[in-house]
Every structure is written in C-alpha cells, then in structure tokens.
C-alpha cells in the first residue's frame, strides 16, 4: 500500500488528484485501486518527525523527495530500498537496478533484507540517480520499461519513461550515446520524443475501403453488400454532386463558413452565432476536448469509441458507466453523476440514438447530468431517423452547458466528404470558433452540404425509406431462432447471437463475409459486452434480401451440423 509522508499540506490533495487520474487509466486498475485504499497520508510537523515516521513504518520501498536528500537519507534506518536523487524510481530498483521485487514487507526491514543470497543479512538498498541520459542511465531505464511492460505494470513502465522523458538536473543538453547499431539509436531517440502513453493507446477500427474488400472476397465492388458502417447507400443528391463539381478547388474556403452556418441556421432554428461546422463530428469531439482540456471525461457503454479514443490523445482519462443491460440500454444517470463529482470529470458524452444500440437520450436524463459541473455533449448523428420531437437541442435555450453534434454522413449520405456541426451556447461556439483549424471545411464539401440543406425535401424520401427498411429488417431478422434484433431509432440495427446454437458472432460475420456481405462485428474489441454482437445497418430493400439469404444459407449449415450432430450421438 502506498504512504505519503510529507511536512506540506497543500501536497495533500494534489497527489490525491494526480492519483486518481493516473488510476483511472490503468489497464489493472480494479488491482491498483485496492492496494491505493489501503494507503494513507502522515502531516508531519518536521522534516525529523517524518524521518521518524519512516522508520516506525519501515517501508519495503522509500523514496525521499526532499532537499538535501543525501543527508536525510543516512538518517533513515529502515527500508528495504531506498530511493534518492530526482531520477531515481522504485520501478527502477525493481529491474536491474536494485533489490528486483524480493525486498522485506510489512515492516520486517527492520531486520531483513531483500531475498538473496544474504536474507540472513540486513541489507539495505540505494539507488542514488540523477541524471538518466548516460548510456548505462538510458539502459537502465529501457530495461525497467521491457520488464514492466511484460508484467502488465503500465503505470511502473510509465514512471520509467518519465524519468526518461523529463527535464535534467543540470539542465544541459542530452546528448544520446550508444554503441548498438543505428537503427537502436533511432528508436532509443524516437521513444524519447513520442509521449510513452501513446504506447497503450488503442488503435481506432475503421472500415476498410470497398476496393480492399472486395480484392479480399474475389467480386466487383458492386457485388458488395456493404450494411456494416451506418452509411446512407441511396447517396448524396445528384445536384450536390454537381456543386461540388462547381466548386472553386484553387482559392482556401472561408474560414467562418458563413454560407454554410447560415444554411444550418434556417435548418435547425439556431442563430448562426449558436453553430460551428467541422470536418465532420470527429473533428468537432476533439475540437471540445482540447478546449475544456479535462481531467476526465464520462460516456457510456457500449458507444462510439471515438470519445475515448480522442479523449486518451489529450491524455484525459476515461471513465466508463455501462448502460444497462439488453433490450433497453438504458444511460445510468446517478453512475454518470456519480462519475463527474468523483472524478472531477468536466466533460460528458451521450449519444441520442446511440451507436451501436438505437437508443435514445431522454431530456429529463440530460437535464439533471447538465446540473452537474460539467459539459454535457450529445451526439445526434443519427437522430434524422429517430421519432419526432427526439432531439434535446430544444434544451439548448435553458442549458449554457449543452452540446448538441449532428453530421451530413448519414442522413445526407456525405460521410465521404467529413461535414459536421454542433449547437450550443453563442459564447461557447465562439471559443470554438478561435481553436478550430481555420480552413476545416473544404470546398466541395461545403457546396454539398449548403445544396442537401437547401433541397433537404428530396432527402426525406430516402430518410422514410431507410427508416421502412429498419423496421422490416428488424422483423426478418427476429424469424432467426439464432437472433435477438434490438429495436433502434437510428439506421442500423443491433442483433445478439443467441448462444446454445452452434454459433457466435465472429462465424457469422466471416460467413456472410464469404458471400460478399460485410455487417460489423464487435466480438475481441474493447467493449466485451459486444462480443456476441452483430450491427447491420438499412439499405436499400435489396441489400436486406441479399442479407437475409444469406441468413437462411448459414441456418441450413447450422440445421445440417446439429442434425449430423444428433445422428452421430444416436449411433454411439
């Protein structure tokens, strides 16, 4: 268990808060959390009645963070290892520099030492280091860093690297030496560059591009079935395809996008001070984490990943409150709430209908996360195919702290061309309005954009016609005994595979991938909930018939090996 000695209260609470922020990023947190509450704090009066404390405690580790380090350090009686210098670490004397995990625990370094050869000893160990940029300073670190990492220890790896990665003592220029080969110089000098939290970042999964699929399963890409990424087949209008193709490519866009916001305006019923447009939302959810620049950030689970995963680039730490659980899905307000007053998180994500679940965000849900100190950010990617009056952006008017996003991928059929944009308070937007990269909306995109707002009637006929499909796609797939469909307010549904029947999600997917149908699986992602998930989105009629018999060929196979099954049984 940690102890923090320390003669400074104002140390307390910034410890307690960098903590916190450090655990709720780490892959074995739930491990690291009991070993945490079991810690405590010592106020000493003195820089003498701390080193008492230590000595009463006799730590297995101690390190001094202190003036004058080297004297108070021969004061200390009892430790396992002892730690001085400004570079020195304890993940450090765990590999290669020190005691290696065997010192004494539980105070038994009162008269113990590490486990070796001498545990009939007292030994004690110290690991004085203050510069790490020598050769041997670099190898030590690097050797704690690989052995860290193979033990699972993200946060002993990350301390390593700061040691690494900080400002020197003497503040002169590193020069880095080695005698390895040159290519080891490299990635010594690149991992020294790169932020090491980068290192467990999870890689965003995109869809691959048509022509790559299609390469992979033999056929033309328009043999292809494509119902697994939420995107509009009917298409753009053929008029917005012309205006792009009008569009002047050789002089930079406006960097207010003026026409476009005042198209926006007269769509949603905002001023054009309430609206920014970004190169789609994915833009616009980094553009508002760099601006509260969080602590922490809440979403819940299973959502789209990208809240995460830009939240983890700024180096915000993300906490998940799970939705409930099949059919309703349903967002956990006092989880969220809970979360934000915990945490400190400044930043919440909600999506309305959310992906991949089709559920909607309620106003009244909304309403009491937004009484809390935080921005509240609701995705409506999808809310053109939810039921009337299921947009909140009509909180927008009582709440200064909402956020509402929307994109032309879906409904408008653009996601090609990344066009977004958000509604919120008119002082929040022009905060916005400075951090933005100037030029975020290119020209075709905001000639197609401005054209689908002006002749958006002609989209509704592709809007009603997707939303037919989804209800007559629900229906057909729930025939499958194998299938449970999720009712949705979006353009795609979600579908558990039933276990018990010879089958899981990622067969499914590889079996309908074979026939040139790509639906999205979730199974060995970071959302375990959804391993046994498939999420198909609604085309166009022919898309769901080629699905469906696609279907019914992967039940005969099922039917044929549960009876070939039964035969067998029935012999023995």
């Known amino acids: 268990m940690p102890v923090l000695v320390t003669t400074c209260e104002s140390l307390i609470p910034r410890v307690e808060a960098e903590l916190t922020r450090q655990l709720a990023a780490l892959p074995t947190k739930s491990i690291a959390s009991v070993a945490v509450s079991n810690g405590f704090v010592v106020l000493a009066d003195s820089i003498d009645d701390a080193i008492l404390v230590c000595n009463r405690v006799a730590p297995e580790h101690l390190e001094l963070l202190v003036k004058n380090a080297e004297s108070v350090a021969k004061r200390v009686q009892h430790y396992g290892g002892l730690f001085v210098g400004s570079r020195a670490a304890e993940v450090l004397g765990d590999y290669g520099a020190g005691p290696n995990h065997t010192l004494p625990t539980s105070g038994t370094s009162r008269y113990s030492g590490g486990l070796s050869v001498f545990d009939f000893l007292r030994v004690r160990t110290w690991l004085q280091m203050d510069d790490v940029h020598t050769p041997q300073g670099q190898q030590v670190v690097q050797d704690a860093v690989d052995l860290a990492v193979l033990e699972g220890l993200v946060g002993h790896s990350r301390s390593a690297m700061h040691r690494l990665n900080g400002k020197r003592v003497d503040d002169t220029q590193a020069t880095l030496t080695s005698d390895t080969s040159a290519a080891d110089d490299d990635d010594s000098l690149l991992k020294s560059l790169v932020r090491p939290d980068f290192a467990e970042l999870d890689d ?27 995107e509009n087949l009917y298409g753009p209008l053929p008029g917005a395809v012309q205006s792009m193709q009008r569009a002047v490519a050789h002089i930079y866009p406006d960097p207010d996008q003026q ?96 992906n991949p679940t089709g559920k909607l965000v309620s106003a009244e849900q909304v309403r009491r996360i937004a009484a809390e100190h935080c921005l509240v950010v609701v995705d409506e990617a999808y809310i053109e195919f939810a039921r009337d009056g299921a947009s909140v952006a009509s909180l927008l008017a009582e709440l200064s702290n909402l956020v509402v996003l929307r994109t032309f991928s879906k409904w408008a059929g653009l996601a090609g061309l990344r066009v977004g944009y958000l509604l919120a308070h008119p002082k929040l937007c022009s905060r916005i309005m400075q951090i933005k990269q100037p030029y975020n909306i290119n020209v075709a995109a905001n000639a197609a954009a401005v054209h689908s707002l002006r002749h958006r009637h002609l989209l509704v006929r592709a809007i009603q016609a997707m939303k037919l499909e989804r209800e007559r796609l629900t229906a057909r797939l729930a025939e499958f005994a194998w299938l449970r469909p999720v009712t949705s307010e979006a353009n795609f549904v979600l579908c558990r595979v039933v276990a018990g029947f010879g089958v899981n999600a990622r067969q499914v997917e590889r079996a309908l991938f074979r026939r040139g149908i790509l639906v999205r699986c979730y199974a060995g992602g970071n959302q375990a909930v959804l391993d046994n998930y498939v999420r198909v989105s609604a085309g166009r009629p022919q898309d769901t018939d080629r699905l469906i018999a696609g279907l019914q060929q992967l039940s005969l196979t099922l039917a044929s090996s549960s009876s070939s099954a039964s035969s067998s049984s029935s012999s023995s």
């Open 204 to 230: 965003y999964t995109p869809v691959k591009p048509l022509e790559v699929l299609a390469n992979e399963i033999g056929v033309r890409t328009d043999q292809l079935v494509k119902v697994n990424a939420n």
């Open 259 to 354: 026409e476009l916001r005042a198209a926006l305006a007269e769509y949603t019923g905002c001023g054009i001070d309430q609206i920014v447009a970004g190169a789609g939302a994915d833009e616009l959810i980094d553009v508002l984490i760099r601006l509260v620049g969080p602590r922490a950030i809440v979403h819940c689970t299973p959502t789209f990943s990208m809240y995460s995963w830009s939240a983890k680039q700024s180096g915000a730490a993300v906490m998940d409150v799970p939705l409930s659980l099949e059919p309703h899905f349903d967002v956990d307000v006092d989880g969220v709430v809970d979360a934000v007053r915990a945490q400190g998180a400044t930043l919440v994500f909600l999506t309305s209908p959310n």
